[in-house]
């Protein structure tokens, strides 16, 4: 038997791939919002498993360090590592600003790592390129997704740094690349403020008399010198010792330290449940749009298309054509054409969308087949308003008068 | 498969009911025998296409019969349920434009019927080159539709409503689109086929040209035909 779908779109096969491709890069952008969504959930994921942490310690109560602030004592790590289980501990800090390079600035997640060896909780577990951090002050490691290079000078804040290393695949759950610098410049770096704020902070105490008692020399520089150093951190990393369970470790710090514990699997919730389950949500629409958008395209064109074929299939119903034989050549046209639209969107999202784009777009090929699968259910589903417009078509309408 | 003609006794077809009601055929008789090829000729709204439509199977008349190649199709109320298959099998259709299948090639166009009927691809396409060979489009046989003139077209399109070697055609103003040369040569080549292949023909014509080739014409008016001796006149 012909292949009466087949030899149509032969024929007319200029119309079908320039609407296929037209299909295609909308289903390309939807390949890629998906691709989006899986790649913030693998940078989350990337985030923890770099930060080589079996569990994070972070103020009590909160979030931290990732999707909330967080604030604990820099020596609160010499009473967690001393505690069983706990195999090695390090102070961290995150803080997302704008690191400035000569004229141009990056946003990047500005890290601060505990002094240590590799294998230390909190540094980049590989370097592509240079060394790590053996200073304790203004030496870096940034991931090159920043765009520095080895031995560029990088302002944070007041201070300079020297990129010592290079990194790839280190960045926030924002995607946004990391820089990693030592704790103590971490530390003065989240809470330095500015000469005239600094002036107008010693002022402001020196006039508080409960601070600046002429009878308790010193009291005054006692009190400047606390509120000009920081002795916060915003987490502290955990590696346990190998046969020991995650949970109990972590139930013990929560006991006896009374911090809140974060293990592994818990942190992943948090950020891909909280941090960008908004992202992931608007994603969501976006994904439902176009393919609504898509399924109106299909719908649309090849409603057209059987419209400019009434006459002819008033003919092959006159000569006897089974319905289905016509419903099937509609059918097969639709999902021809959503072939032609999957493999433009494929190729596009793949070479053309995905490279370029921004953050780190994921293209997971058990997507691909799903989105294979909806792209056949909506050409099907589309096809429907179609074959019933011809179905309806009378035999009779071949036959003049 | 062909043979035993065309036979109609008291065909009426009502359109609505009540105080809308038209009989657009109200008493029609015809008789057409293998072979033979007949004109049917009628001003416009006399019925001519609601007949062709009953005898096409694709409208239900009102009361009446109707014998098709042998096979009573409709009997006062009774109609043959399979009307699909009754189109495929017994009646070839040749319309006022060739209507052919614009992405099929001409001999896919004539062979699709065929294949429809469950006829295998390679004799199904057979059988189409060997109407070629009788209409002289043998050498077209792989071009587009597009790509034939409108004598050529119309010759397909003649080969299509034959292919399946019905007893009966329905030719709807065939010559219609065709200059005269043209419009006689499709006349002798449907009264050439209707002898060979035994098949009944019916003409739908207004064609003043070849009007004068039907040996019997029947006229319809007002629904009701009156059967009239034609000219004969042979071919030149």
Known sequence: MISLAGRDIMHAW???????????????????????????????????????????????????????????YDDTWRSIRGMP?????????????????????????????????????????????????????????????????????????????????????????????????????AQESQFLKDNDAILQQRRRTAENPNFNR???????????????????????????????????????????????????????????GKLIATSARQIGMFLVILSIVSSAIVAFIIYTLTLGKIREIAVLKLIGTKNRTIAGLIMQQAIALGLIGFVVGKISATLLMAPFF????????????????????????????AIRVALKVDPAEAIGG | MAGKGIHIEGLKKRYGSGDTAVDALKNVNMQVAPGEVVGLIGPSGSGKSTLLKALGAVIEPTAGRMILGGEVI????????????????????????????PFLNVTDNVALLPMLAGIPNAEARSRAVELFKALDVEHRAKAMPSQLSGGEQQRVAIARGLVNHPPVILADEPTAPLDSVRALAVIR??????????????????????????????????GVTYEEAGEGREFE
């Open chain 1, 14 to 72: 200029g119309k079908f791939v320039f609407t296929g491709v037209g299909l295609g890069l909308l289903i390309g952008v939807t390949l890629s919002m998906a691709g989006i969504y899986r790649g913030m959930v693998d940078d989350a994921k990337v985030l923890l498993d770099n930060s080589g942490a079996d569990l994070w310690v972070v103020q009590k109560d909160t979030l931290g360090p990732y999707a909330e602030s967080s604030s604990i």
């Open chain 1, 85 to 185: 289980g706990v195999e090695r501990v390090a102070n961290i800090t995150y803080l997302t600003m704008q690191v400035r390079q000569g004229e141009r600035d990056v946003r990047a997640m500005v890290t601060g790592v505990t002094p240590g060896e590799a294998g230390t909780p909190g540094w980049p577990p590989y370097l592509v390129a240079g060394r790590q951090i053996t200073r304790g002050h203004y030496e870096a490691v940034a991931d090159i997704a920043s765009g520095f290079k080895l031995g560029d000078r990088i302002q944070i804040r007041r201070n300079h740094y020297t990129v010592v290393g290079l990194t790839r695949r280190m960045v926030s759950s924002n995607g946004d690349p990391m820089v990693f610098i030592p704790l103590k410049d």
């Open chain 1, 214 to 272: 002429p009878q308790v020399p010193g009291l005054l520089e006692a009190v400047i010198a606390s509120q000009s150093t920081n002795p916060y951190v915003n987490a502290v990393l955990v590696q346990i010792k190998s046969g020991h369970n995650a949970d109990e470790v972590a139930q013990s710090i929560r006991r006896w330290k009374r911090l809140t514990v974060y293990t592994r699997g818990q942190m992943e919730a948090i950020l891909v």
């Open chain 1, 358 to 385: 921004p953050k780190y777009v994921l293209l997971e090929p058990l997507d691909s087949v799903f989105g294979f699968i909806a792209v056949v259910v909506i050409c099907v589903l589309s096809s429907i308003i």
């Open chain 2, 74 to 101: 409709y009997d006062n109320g009774w109609m043959v349920k399979d009307l699909r298959a009754l189109r495929r099998d017994k009646i070839g259709f040749v319309f006022q434009a060739p209507y052919l299948i």
């Open chain 2, 189 to 222: 080549i449907l009264n050439d086929m209707a002898r060979k292949l035994e098949t009944a023909i019916i003409v739908v014509t207004h064609d003043e040209k070849i009007i004068p080739t039907f040996k019997r014409i029947y006229h319809i008016r007002d």
